[in-house]
């Protein structure tokens, strides 16, 4: 079955560590975004990429970074320098093209749970 | 600004009732307009678009949304709610600027048998 996959499900991270979410999809999608979630907020976009090599800051991109070197893949990098990195993070993927073929209709990821210790 | 918002933290269903999820939005052209749903400990799923055309859109799970330019809402409705219906919806507007989703807050829906 098509889908996007995200790993660990559950991470930990003590201060000052570097840590890598995986993100995978097999949907042939173009584009791919970073959200984060937090209790109580609705989701904030960290980054997006509609194509391989080439990727978008969203409204909450410091402290975090990005790759894209398949179509593929998109991991995300919470770095130290993230001061309140706790949260719940989800990786979409969508097609690009215009609103009425189905661009902005994302496809999540099941999550990622991050906690600093 | 663009934004988007839910007026409300939680509504609560008795099962077999309609059931209404409020969503008000602010955008300087024309809106596109989504809903999508969560479960606990999981990603969100698409439920229901407005791009043009009727004003009622119609979705997924027997979901259906009112688009009322006038008082620039998008009501999540449902005609007879299920237990399994519980969960947390999340309305978003499209950020003209980027073409990215803005997000509302959201609103867990809690639907008691």
């Known amino acids: 079955d098509g889908g996007i996959t995200q790993s660990p499900k559950y991470l930990f991270r003590k201060e000052g560590q570097n840590v890598t979410l995986s993100c995978e999809q097999n949907?042939?999608?173009?584009?791919m975004y970073w959200y984060r979630q937090d209790p109580g907020q609705g989701l904030r976009l960290i980054y997006y990429?509609?194509?391989?090599?080439?990727?978008q800051k969203g409204d909450i991109a410091e402290g975090y970074s990005v790759s894209r070197e398949k179509k593929e893949s998109f991991p995300l990098t919470v770095t130290s320098a993230q001061k309140n990195p706790t949260a719940f993070y989800l990786c979409?993927?969508?097609?690009?093209?215009?609103f009425g073929s189905g661009a902005n209709v994302l496809t999540f990821g099941a999550g990622s749970r991050l906690t600093v210790l | 600004a663009q934004s988007v918002a839910q007026p409300e933290d939680q509504v609560n269903v008795a099962e077999g009732n309609p059931l209404t999820v409020k969503c008000t939005y602010s955008?300087?052209?024309?809106?596109?307009l989504f809903w999508y749903v969560q479960y606990p400990n999981r990603g969100l799923q698409f439920l229901l678009k407005?791009?043009?055309?009727d004003n009622l859109v119609k979705g997924s799970y027997g979901f259906e949304a009112e688009f009322n330019k006038s008082q620039t809402s998008f009501h999540l409705k449902k005609p007879s709610a299920l237990v399994s219906d519980s969960a947390l919806y999340f309305c978003?507007?499209?950020?003209?600027?980027?073409?990215?989703?803005?997000w509302g807050a959201g609103t867990k829906l809690i639907i008691k048998p």
């Open positions: 407005y791009i043009t055309g």
């Open positions: 979409a993927s969508s097609i690009i093209g215009t």
């Open positions: 978003a507007v499209r950020d003209d600027s980027n073409y990215q989703l803005i």
């Open positions: 949907l042939n999608h173009d584009a």
């Open positions: 955008v300087s052209g024309n809106p596109y």
């Open positions: 990429s509609q194509i391989v090599n080439d990727f």
